[in-house]
Nanobody, 117 residues
Framework: QVTLEESGGGLVQSGESLRLSCVAS????????VSWFRQAPGKDRVFVAA????????VYADSVKGRFIISRDAAKNTVYLQMSNLTSEDTAVYYC??????????WGQGIQVTVSS
């Protein structure tokens, strides 16, 4: 069982930055593929970024490529999402997701990010 807790959200102005954290308890997060998703009001939850458990490679949605960076700190059992040059289109609830090789999937409770223009 993995428990994920997101933090670091809040209200920022357009063009500013935020760093989200996803802290895991119960298991070592480095053994999981970890992703960030987001859900804007009235829309479906969509993929944002992911980091691979095998080699640490990363992948991003086109909408955030070049502005967001996903990274992990094994010692802190944490995955980060550094978000830069934020726009109102980035306003959403952001969720951390962890997938194990056995197919177990875990979600955090979500954290609100609001970007005012």
């Amino acid at each position: 069982q993995v428990t994920l807790e997101e933090s670091g959200g809040g209200l920022v102005q357009s063009g500013e930055s935020l760093r989200l954290s996803c802290v895991a308890s119960g298991r070592r997060l480095i053994n999981y593929d970890v992703s960030w998703f987001r859900q804007a009001p009235g829309k479906d939850r969509v993929f944002v970024a992911a980091v691979s458990r095998t080699d640490g490679s990363t992948v991003y949605a086109d909408s955030v490529k070049g502005r967001f960076i996903i990274s992990r700190d094994a010692a802190k059992n944490t995955v980060y999402l550094q978000m830069s040059n934020l726009t109102s289109e980035d306003t959403a609830v952001y969720y951390c997701n962890a997938d194990s090789p056995l197919g177990n999937e875990y979600w955090g409770q979500g954290i609100q990010v609001t970007v005012s223009s």
